[in-house]
C-alpha cells in the first residue's frame, strides 16, 4: 500500500471519529450535525487530500469547525507520537500530575499575577486566570483581604485565559451583597443536570457590595474571565472598561479523536440567572470602549472622579 494511500485513509477514520465525537459530546446536537456533515462534505471534495502532516490537517479541521460552529472552544490538536527509536517514557502516575499542576499553580501565584493600592485608595487586582477553587481560594481571600481598605477597585481580565467557574463564583462573593443568590448555571445535554453555582451563604466579612468597580478587558480576555465581567455588569454592578471580549463561554473538555489527534468539545452552555443569556460569540461589550492599552488609565481616572479626588 502505497503511502498517499495510507495517509488518505487516515484522513477519512480522523474526519469520520472526530465527527462522532462531536455528535455525542457537543452541547448544540443541531449543530454537531451540521458540523459532522460539513467535515464528510470537505473530505469528499478532496479539501484535507493536501494536508501533508497532521498539523496541517489540524489547522483545515478547526478551520471548518470555526466556519460552522462560531464556537472558540472548538479545537482539535495533534497527539504528539512517540518515535519507535525512543523507549516509551515511563507512565506518569497521579501523583506525579497533581504535583506537576500543583507547581503551575504556585508559579502563578494561583493566578495573582499583580496587587497595588493606586493613587487615591483605589485598589488594582490583576488576575492572569481562575483556578480551581480548592487551589485558588487563600491566595483569592488573601488578595482581597489586603484590598478590603480600599475605597474602589479595578479587576484587570485583559489577559485573562479563564478557567474555574467556581473560583469566579467565589471572588463575587467579595463583590456582590446578596448571600446565597444564584448566579448562573452550566446546562447540559439532557439527562444530566445542570450545575448551579451561587454564592455563599454566609459570605466573607471582607465583602463590599456599595464600593466602586472596573473590570478592565482586551479582546483576549477569554471564557472565565468575560465571565466575571458579564455577570457584574449584568448586575449593573461594575462598570467594564476597554475592549469587547473573545467571546467564548460554552465550557468544555478534550477528547481524544484517536491515537494521532483530541478535541476541545463544549459540552455545556452558560445560564445567567439574571438574564438567562450569556456572551457566546458576542463577547462582553464594554460600557467604556478604549484600546486595551489605554483601559487601565482610563478606569483610574474615571473612578478617581467618582470618588471626587
Same mark, same amino acid.
Given at each position: ?45 478532496? =479539501?484535507?487530500? @493536501?494536508?501533508?502532516? *497532521?498539523?496541517?490537517? /489540524?489547522? %483545515? #479541521?478547526?478551520?471548518? $469547525? ?91 481580565? =485583559?489577559?485573562? @485565559?479563564?478557567?474555574? *467557574?467556581?473560583?469566579? /463564583?467565589? %471572588? #463575587?462573593?467579595?463583590? $456582590? ?91 455545556? =452552555? ?40
Amino acid at each position: 500500500m502505497s503511502a498517499s494511500v495510507a495517509a488518505g485513509q487516515d484522513t477519512t477514520a480522523t474526519v469520520r471519529a472526530l465527527g462522532t465525537v462531536l455528535k455525542q459530546e457537543y452541547i448544540d446536537v443541531d449543530v454537531a450535525e451540521k458540523a459532522d456533515a460539513a467535515l464528510r462534505r470537505a473530505l469528499t471534495e478532496g =479539501r484535507y487530500a @493536501g494536508a501533508s502532516t *497532521p498539523e496541517a490537517l /489540524a489547522r %483545515l #479541521l478547526n478551520r471548518d $469547525l470555526q466556519d460552522v460552529t462560531r464556537d472558540k472552544h472548538i479545537w482539535v490538536e495533534v497527539v504528539a507520537p512517540t518515535p519507535l527509536s525512543v523507549q516509551p517514557a515511563p507512565t506518569r502516575s497521579a501523583a506525579d500530575a497533581d504535583a506537576a499542576r500543583a507547581e503551575g499553580v504556585r508559579r502563578s501565584n494561583a493566578g495573582v499575577r499583580r496587587l497595588e493600592i493606586l493613587r487615591g485608595n483605589v485598589g488594582y487586582l490583576d488576575l492572569s486566570s481562575f483556578f480551581r477553587p480548592e487551589e485558588a481560594r487563600d491566595t483569592i481571600t488573601l488578595a482581597m483581604r489586603l484590598l478590603s481598605k480600599a475605597d474602589a477597585l479595578i479587576i484587570d481580565m =485583559r489577559r485573562n @485565559g479563564g478557567g474555574s *467557574p467556581g473560583t469566579v /463564583a467565589h %471572588l #463575587l462573593g467579595y463583590l $456582590l451583597d446578596a448571600p446565597g443568590a444564584t448566579l448562573f448555571e452550566i446546562v447540559h445535554r439532557p439527562p444530566e443536570p445542570p450545575d448551579r453555582y451561587a454564592l455563599e451563604a454566609t459570605l466573607p466579612a471582607e465583602r463590599d457590595g456599595t464600593r466602586p468597580i472596573a473590570v478592565l478587558t482586551s479582546a483576549q480576555t477569554f471564557s472565565a474571565g468575560e465571565g466575571l465581567a458579564f455577570l457584574l455588569q449584568e448586575r449593573h454592578r461594575a462598570e467594564i472598561v476597554g475592549e469587547v471580549t473573545a467571546g467564548a463561554a460554552n465550557p468544555g473538555r478534550s477528547y481524544p479523536v484517536n491515537d494521532g489527534f483530541r478535541v476541545n468539545v463544549p459540552n455545556g =452552555r452558560i445560564k445567567s440567572a439574571v438574564s438567562g443569556g450569556n456572551w457566546e460569540g458576542t463577547g462582553v461589550t464594554p460600557d467604556v470602549k478604549v484600546p486595551a492599552a489605554e483601559a487601565l488609565q482610563t478606569a483610574h481616572e474615571k473612578i478617581l472622579r467618582t470618588l471626587g479626588r
